[in-house]
């Protein structure tokens, strides 16, 4: 129930992410710009009248309002980043998006780490997943064409972050799989994750044609992958609190 009430209150988010990428499609660079801009906010509207609702219906002293807010200013983080993107990015302009990302990312974590059980998975899959992300991190930079100087290294940086949060979130997920401990928590976990890979999948993309070429329908592969990618992240933090 509680799932289907957030799928409902993410309505008009589906509704303008479906304008939006529609006008990718068709080649409509103004409407897509316009649509991409009001993308997270109608996600933190969605978030915002979800709990509107179980405070109603539960009581304010069930929910957790730190970690709420604080994933609200990490998509509000990513915003700003969608803003730095808009139209014809420049290796310049993709920096400050990528600071903005970065921040949405760094709260992510924190609030992963301060805010959901943790129960250690086996410790050769931590390492096996450990030696797997720290190569993908690796591989990001062969992707964007090896860039130089301080965006090649902010690049890496980025990916870095990105996929320490990737890594936690499978290994919290990993853990709760192999002890059975919060076995509630899994479902959730699990669309977390999900986001985090298409993360990661958008960003390489997007990454390939900014520092390499765009390819036919770039635009709609990036912000396919990128709008599936914060709503499964929402969706799965805001199924754990």
């Not at 109603?56 to 803003?83: Q, S």
């Amino acid at each position: 129930m509680t799932e289907y009430i957030f799928l409902r209150c993410c309505m008009p988010f589906f509704a303008a992410a479906l304008f939006h990428l529609i006008s990718c499609i068709a080649g409509k660079e103004r409407y897509a710009d316009i649509s991409k801009v009001v993308l997270m906010p109608l996600l933190i509207a969605g978030i915002a009248a979800f709990y509107f609702i179980r405070f109603k219906t539960d009581g304010a002293t069930e929910i957790p309002l730190v970690p709420v807010i604080l994933i609200c200013i990490a998509l509000a983080a990513g915003n700003a980043g969608d803003i730095f993107l808009l139209g014809n990015v420049k290796p310049a302009t993709m920096a400050k998006g990528l600071c903005s990302f970065l921040a949405g990312h760094f709260i992510y974590i924190a609030v992963l780490l301060f805010f959901v059980p943790f129960v250690p998975p086996a410790p050769l899959f931590t390492v096996i997943a450990v030696a797997v992300y720290a190569g993908a991190v690796y591989l990001s930079r062969i992707l964007a064409g090896k860039p130089r100087g301080v965006l090649g290294a902010g690049v890496i940086v980025y990916a870095g972050i990105l996929g320490t949060f990737s890594l936690l979130a499978l290994l919290h997920l990993a853990g709760l799989i192999y002890t059975q401990e919060h076995r509630e928590l899994i479902g959730s976990l699990a669309k977390l994750y999900t986001g985090t890979l298409l993360f990661i999948a958008s960003d390489s993309i997007l990454s390939r044609t900014i520092f390499v070429k765009p390819f036919f329908q770039s635009r709609f592969a990036v912000m396919s992958t990128y709008i599936s990618a914060q709503f499964c992240i929402a969706w799965g933090f805001c199924s754990l609190f």
